[in-house]
């Protein structure tokens, strides 16, 4: 199993830029998480879909921000524009039907920085 | 609202040496409690977790915790630390409901001495 998939790894953009950041769940989990992790704020949920519906995503800090899931396998999470504030390491995590009693399982991150 | 306290930002320990992180959570009732390991760029992994039963709950790497519903806690031990396990470790808290999100702690560094 090749786990949940992130990219890219690192990003650095400009303020004012758009930035998408790209997740690939584990085949077969129908929960896909986003989560932000920062210094001051630490590790938050942002949004998260079941069956690529998004189901809550009162954690998204605002409207620059926006989440889609077009199919099982795939995600994305856009910033336009981007800011110096969103500076931050991004998670993607999935798990099975069962949901909270399952395992999520998180990407490596992608960290983003801009300038 | 729901939240989670670990008193310790950094904990330096020696290596064979044992380990105690400490976590401790707010809430109504008892909540699903979980720890979670970070080492250096990689994300997060799930050590162990509690949902009811047996309030020792035995994890992955040598880890356990233990619920003390009396105290509000559910701290992580390990009897003998590796230098793997320097990392840094999120106690996480949900609520016993249909609802996935889980708010976590703001993180105990460890670092392992030789």
């Known amino acids: 199993d090749a786990g949940v998939i992130q990219s890219p790894r690192h990003e650095v953009t400009e303020m004012g830029q758009e930035v998408t950041l790209r997740c690939k769940p584990i085949s077969g989990h129908d929960y896909l998480f986003w989560y932000r992790q920062t210094m001051m704020r630490g590790l938050e949920l942002l949004i998260y879909?079941?069956?690529?519906?998004?189901?809550?995503d009162s954690g998204m800090p605002e409207d620059r921000f926006s989440a889609k899931m077009p199919n099982a396998s795939f995600s994305t999470l856009k910033i336009q524009p981007s800011e110096p504030r969103d500076s931050a390491v991004y998670f993607c995590?999935?798990?099975?039907?069962?949901?909270?009693?399952?395992?999520?399982?998180f990407g490596p991150g992608t960290r983003l920085t801009v300038l | 609202a729901q939240s989670v306290t670990q008193p310790d930002i950094h904990i330096t320990v020696s290596e064979g040496a044992s380990l105690e992180l400490r976590c401790n959570y707010s809430?109504?009732?008892?909540?699903?409690l979980f720890w979670y390991v970070q080492s250096p760029g990689q994300g997060l992994q799930l050590l162990l977790k509690?949902?009811?039963?047996?309030?020792l709950v035995q994890g992955i790497k040598g880890f356990e915790a233990e619920f003390k519903r009396s105290q509000s806690s559910f701290n992580l031990r390990k009897p003998s630390v590796h230098w793997s396990d320097a990392a840094e470790y999120f106690c996480?808290?949900?609520?016993?409901?249909?609802?996935?999100?889980?708010?976590f702690g703001a993180g105990t560094t460890v670092t392992v001495r030789a």
């Open positions: 809430y109504g009732a008892t909540p699903y």
């Open positions: 509690y949902f009811s039963g047996d309030t």
């Open positions: 995590a999935s798990s099975r039907t069962s949901g909270l009693t399952d395992t999520q399982y």
């Open positions: 879909f079941n069956n690529n519906v998004p189901i809550d």
């Open positions: 996480a808290v949900a609520r016993r409901s249909n609802d996935y999100k889980l708010s």
